[in-house]
């Protein structure tokens, strides 16, 4: 199958009934499929490990925390998926639950620096 080929599928499926869905309530269980098949996929995540900065981070916490943009994300900065979701939830931890979990863990204080930058609220 090539590109157009693929993609006359894709308009035939979005075309057929399912359900009483709506062409929106397809998409976006579409766009739900594609993110659980790049979940599943091996990605680039030659980054994985190695050190993060002020800006990478400050970039991460300016996304809503949703799987699109971890997913986009963890592609985009060849990290994993799962590291992604785990700064947006130090990011959105409060300071006794770190202290109790993390009290000297320096990325940890890293994450929470920067979220107070960019003003998250839930720091």
């Known amino acids: ?64 925390p949703t799987k699109e943009n971890c997913m986009l994300l963890a592609r985009s900065f060849r990290r994993g998926y799962g590291s992604i979701e785990q700064i947006f939830r130090w990011a959105a931890t409060s300071g006794p639950e770190v202290e109790a979990k993390r009290p000297d863990h320096a990325f940890v204080q890293q994450i929470k620096r920067v979220a107070k930058q960019v003003g998250w609220r839930a720091t």
């Open 1 to 64: 199958m090539n590109k157009m080929e693929f993609r006359e599928a894709v308009r035939r499926l979005l075309s057929q009934q399912v359900s009483d869905l709506s062409l929106d309530d397809k998409i976006a269980l579409l766009e739900q499929c594609v993110i659980e098949a790049q979940e599943g996929a091996n990605l680039d995540e030659s980054n994985k490990g190695k050190s993060r900065t002020d800006e990478e981070l400050r970039v991460i916490l300016k996304h809503a």
